[in-house]
């Protein structure tokens, strides 16, 4: 029996150990939106998928649907990660901010514009990551990921500013400070998102 297999982009943001070598990874595709895909002994030395499947690695996948799960069966890394372990602030930011796509999307259901956004934020935070201070960054990271999927709404021209355009380090250095401001608002609104 042939399976399709499924080509898309994504970045790592869950790993589950199962059993002694398998391991449930969750991966926020662009094409396939949130997949949690079994894969098959890549704790094994020898295996190809590990290093590509390491958590916050943006890489190539490769997915075939079987009769009740993905399994992923390819992985073409092309960021590992790695830049931001050695920034614990932004580290600990990515993984918190992963937590939360992981409590607020459904698997299997593609968010195109909300995996750009969070392509673009990950791309900017290995750029200048020596820069960021962490705390601004989570709260920008936070209010463009409930923008896209709808629980929090635009309030004046500096928030659409902030979640709108592309984002550049001079957008983000202007808006820091208009940033720190928004702790209670955004848990708040996760708070109100009942999940």
Sequence with gaps: MSYQIYHTEGIVIGIKNRGEANRV???LTRDLGLVRAS???????????????????HCHCDFVLGKEYWRIIGVEPIQTGNELVVHTGLWNVWNRCAALLLRLIPTDEPHVELYDAIHDAYIFSIQHADSLDPTSFEHFLVL????????????????????????TKDLFDKKQDFL???????????K???L
Excluded: C, M
């Design 39 to 57: 894969a098959q002994s890549i704790r094994k030395v020898e295996s190809k998928l590990r290093f590509g499947t390491q958590q916050l690695s």
């Design 192 to 194: 109100g998102s009942d």
């Design 180 to 190: 720190r401001g928004y702790t209670r608002a955004i848990n708040e609104a996760i």
């Design 25 to 27: 990874i969750t991966i």
């Design 144 to 167: 463009r990921i409930l923008t896209h999927l709808g629980y929090w709404s635009v309030a004046n021209d500096e928030e659409n500013d902030l979640l709108h355009q592309p984002l």
